[in-house]
Structure formats: structure tokens, C-alpha cells
């Protein structure tokens, strides 16, 4: 049997979080190391407090599923990309403010900060990658050679190159300086559905619906290292910060952690039931989450880059299981090795129950601060508290056709996006009030189960009954007619 030293070296679940109502579908570590976010189906932005019973805080207001999350270099601001077309940037404290401005035409699939914390990229249904100034919170240009769905965009740790990939089954890598696309990869296998960077900026990886992930060393544009260890798609990996391991997570429900130096997999973790969708190294790579279809964050801790994986292989020889080798096709590899029949790779499976995290006391918070909306090529930021009878204190009105010339970027015809309680667009035609839109969100809110709300809105239980009031008004009518009619 391996001794304690040695399991203390495996990967290891530190923590679970329960909160969301629905699939997590994205995670990201704040920098300072305090905090964890996680965005869901549920239309939340959760963020969870490291420290031991610290609270953890809900974000309301996005109309749609979450899609892509992250935290700014400086840990200040939290990025989240939407279904609902728009972008949103929080600040990750009890104030629960929030700026939105209308990001793509289609559902934004990802967003991300640059290196220096002064752009977004986001990429969408539409087509297009976009880039965004932060601090002006404007659209800056467009980058539009993609012909399908693209799925995830990120910066270079320099900032000079975006990298892209989508449904039209392509890499795609850009110039942020001349907006040119200087490279594509093509794989005509299937579509990739997440792209990164490796820490160093050498590497760039991709993983597809078809359970594949690739490696390409940008210095030679050549794919070096070709993974096939899992046996459905691969919806989300993340490079160690040293270069040297790689998590993916895939929807056979299983974490996989690969050693890039000796190009084989080393570990399976088996905590999540159902699609593992995320996975994410903090930014120290001590610890690494992952979230999936069960609603569950998992964190855990790192421990295997504490030392050579092959003297933790020979300590737990006895203990593991058999798996099945991973297929590698290394074009271009790091060192000569000659592709023997190599040992599994020892498998985990934490009972999750079992660990000694508590559930966190959820507050909850969904106040947006600013609307900020394209008008005309430029950016004007709106305050949701001014905004009276669908005019917002600019005196422009709530809706208005937008266009820019930007890289052939083009407004969508709605430039004021809802954004739950806090916005409020006036659209002509919907008969429905500013206080109406408040008691509709109140009354979803009655429907979780008991948190502590942070609002100005009357009380969850107080519009709920009279939610049911009128709702027994509505049936006593229908009996009342139907009796008449017999």
C-alpha cells in the first residue's frame, strides 16, 4: 500500500459549494486568492468566499444563462458573458454593482480581460470576436473572418495575439495590432469548442465536441502533442502555470489532468455526477476548480506539481486501476519517446458528501449601477435610477437604431439592454410598468429557497401572496363563467 506521504501528493477535493439551481458553466479564481466565481444556467454569478464560513454572494440580473466568466488582473471586477446578448462587469463585494452594455446580435459564448486588465475580448453567436475598452466601456473593433458560431476567444498573456475557435471548425489567430488574422488551423473533424493559452505564450490548445485536444507551439505552428483520453467531449481544460499539466474537463463526467512534459495522462477524477463543463487553475496553480451539470463547484487542491510524477507513480503502483492509455500523435514532441504501453492513470474518486465544507450563507444582490449602450459609434453610460418613463436622463430614447463603422461592426436595434429590476428600457407597446417588472422579479425570487435579499423592492413574501391573490381571483372567475354556462 502507498504510504501517507505519497496520497498526500494526489490532486485532493478541498471544498464544495451548493447554491446554483441548474449546470454551472463557468469558474475562474480571483487573483488575491480570496474568492471563487461561478456562473450557471440559473442566470446567476455566484462568488464564493475562500475563507471558512465566510459568506457566499448571489448576482442577479442577466435575463439568460451565463456562459463565460472572469476575473480582472487586479481581482477589482468580475466579467460575465451572456445568452441574453449582453455583457456584464461586476464589482465582487456586498454593493453588487453592476455595468451592462448590449456586447454581440446573438448569444456572447465567452468573455475574457487582457494581460493589463484595459480590454475584453468576447466572442459570439454572430460570428464575430470582439474587443472592448474597460475603463471607457466601449466596442473597439471587430474581428469577422469566422463563418459559424465562435465559441471561446482569449488574449495572449502579452495581449498581442487573440486566439479563436468555433463551429466552422477553425483556430483562428489575430494581430491586435493590425487586426489581421495571421494563422487558422483547421480541423475537420469536428468543431472547437474552447481555446487558451499556455502561461509562457508559446502554446496555444484546443479541445472539440469530439473529445480531442490539440496543442500547437505558436513558434513553429506545428501541432506537437494530440490527446484523445477522453471518451466524450471536452467543453473546458486550463494550462498549469507551469506549463507543465493541463486539466480538461468533458462530459463523460470525468477531470483528466495531463503531464505536457512527458505527454500522457496521470490522473481521473471522477467527483462530479453528470458533464463536467469547467475547469480552472488558480492563478498560483495550488488549487483548481470544477463545475458541472450536478450544480456543484468542486475545488481542489493541486498537490501533484509538488513533485516528479514518475516517483508518485512507483509509490502508487499497487493502488492503481486499469484505464485506458492515452492515444498520442506527437508531430513535433518536447523530447524523443517511443510510444510504449504505459501504466494507467490512478484514478480518484472523492465522495463528495463526505467533506467537511459547509454550505455558505447566500446573500443575494441584483442592483445594476450603469446601462451602458452604443449610440451612434460611441459609448454613453446610463444610470438605471434615472431612467423615467423610458427615457433615460440623457433624454435619448430608450430604443434607437445604432451603428458603427468599426471593423464592420454593426448595432443590434435594441441598445438598452434589460437588466433585471435595474433597467428598466420603456419599450412602446408592452403595457407594462417599471413597478410591475419589479413584483415579476420578486415573485421569481419567492421561489428560492430563503436567502437574505439586499434590494429596495418590497418583500419576496409580500408580493408572492399577492401573486396567489390573484391568482384565486382569476380562478373563482372561471368557475363563476363555467357555472353560468351550465
Avoid at 486588465?117 to 475598452?133: F, I, M, N, P, Y
Avoid at 487586426?179 to 508559446?202: L, M, Q, R, W, Y
Avoid at 419599450?427 to 413584483?439: F, H, I, K, V
Wanted: glycine share 8%; net charge neutral; proline share 4%.
Amino acid at each position: 500500500m502507498p504510504s501517507m506521504a505519497s496520497v498526500l501528493e494526489d490532486p485532493s477535493l478541498e471544498r464544495h459549494f451548493k447554491g446554483h439551481k441548474g449546470a454551472v458553466i463557468c469558474t475562474d479564481f480571483n487573483p488575491n486568492r480570496k474568492q471563487l466565481a461561478s456562473g450557471s444556467v440559473d442566470k446567476t454569478l455566484m462568488i464564493w468566499n475562500l475563507a471558512p464560513k465566510a459568506r457566499a454572494f448571489r448576482y442577479v440580473g442577466h435575463q439568460d444563462l451565463i456562459t463565460g466568466v472572469q476575473f480582472s488582473p487586479s481581482g477589482h471586477l468580475v466579467a460575465t458573458s451572456s445568452k441574453d446578448r449582453t455583457v456584464r462587469l461586476w464589482t465582487p463585494t456586498m454593493k453588487g454593482e453592476s455595468t451592462v452594455f448590449k456586447a454581440h446580435t446573438a448569444t456572447v459564448r465567452s468573455v475574457a480581460f487582457s494581460h493589463d486588465g484595459q480590454r475584453l475580448v468576447t466572442a459570439s453567436d454572430d460570428k464575430s470576436v470582439k474587443v472592448w475598452s474597460v475603463h471607457r466601456q466601449c466596442f473597439l473593433y471587430s474581428l469577422n473572418q469566422h463563418t459559424n458560431w465562435v465559441r471561446c476567444a482569449r488574449f495572449s498573456p502579452d495581449s498581442h495575439l487573440i486566439a479563436s475557435c468555433g463551429d466552422d471548425r477553425t483556430v483562428r489567430l489575430w494581430d491586435t495590432s493590425t487586426k489581421h488574422c495571421i494563422n487558422c488551423f483547421t480541423d475537420p473533424a469536428e468543431s472547437a469548442t474552447f481555446v487558451g493559452f499556455n502561461s509562457s505564450g508559446t502554446c496555444i490548445a484546443s479541445s472539440g465536441a469530439d473529445s480531442s485536444l490539440k496543442i500547437w507551439d505558436l513558434r513553429t505552428n506545428k501541432l506537437i502533442q494530440h490527446y484523445q483520453v477522453h471518451s466524450a467531449g471536452i467543453n473546458s481544460f486550463s494550462f498549469h502555470p507551469s506549463n507543465n499539466y493541463l486539466i480538461s474537463g468533458s462530459s463523460d463526467s470525468t477531470v483528466k489532468i495531463l503531464d505536457l512534459v512527458e505527454g500522457r495522462l496521470i490522473y481521473t477524477l471522477h467527483g462530479h455526477k453528470g458533464a463536467v463543463i469547467t475547469v480552472a487553475f488558480s492563478r498560483a496553480g495550488d488549487l483548481f476548480a470544477s463545475g458541472g451539470a450536478d450544480g456543484q463547484v468542486l475545488m481542489w487542491r493541486t498537490n501533484f506539481d509538488k513533485k516528479s510524477y514518475q516517483d508518485v507513480l512507483q509509490q502508487h503502483s499497487r493502488r492503481s486501476t486499469p484505464d485506458p492509455a492515452p492515444h498520442l500523435t506527437d508531430i513535433h514532441p518536447r523530447t524523443p519517446h517511443l510510444h510504449r504501453q504505459q501504466r494507467s492513470a490512478i484514478q480518484i474518486s472523492p465522495a463528495v458528501a463526505d467533506t467537511q465544507s459547509i454550505d455558505p450563507h447566500v446573500i443575494e444582490l441584483g442592483r445594476s449601477v450603469h446601462s451602458a449602450t452604443l449610440l451612434s459609434g460611441r459609448t454613453h453610460l446610463t444610470p438605471t435610477q434615472a431612467a423615467d418613463n423610458g427615457r433615460p436622463s440623457n433624454g435619448l430614447p430608450a430604443r434607437h437604431g445604432a451603428s458603427s463603422g468599426v471593423g464592420g461592426w454593426m448595432g443590434d436595434e435594441s441598445t438598452t439592454s434589460r437588466a433585471g429590476a435595474a433597467v428598466w428600457t420603456g419599450e412602446s407597446g408592452g403595457g407594462r410598468g417599471r413597478r410591475e417588472e419589479e413584483e415579476e422579479e420578486e415573485e421569481e425570487r419567492g421561489q428560492t429557497h430563503p436567502l437574505e435579499v439586499l434590494s429596495g423592492h418590497p418583500s419576496s413574501l409580500d408580493c408572492t401572496l399577492r401573486h396567489i391573490v390573484k391568482q384565486l381571483d382569476i380562478l373563482t372567475q372561471l368557475y363563476f363563467q363555467n357555472d353560468g354556462s351550465a
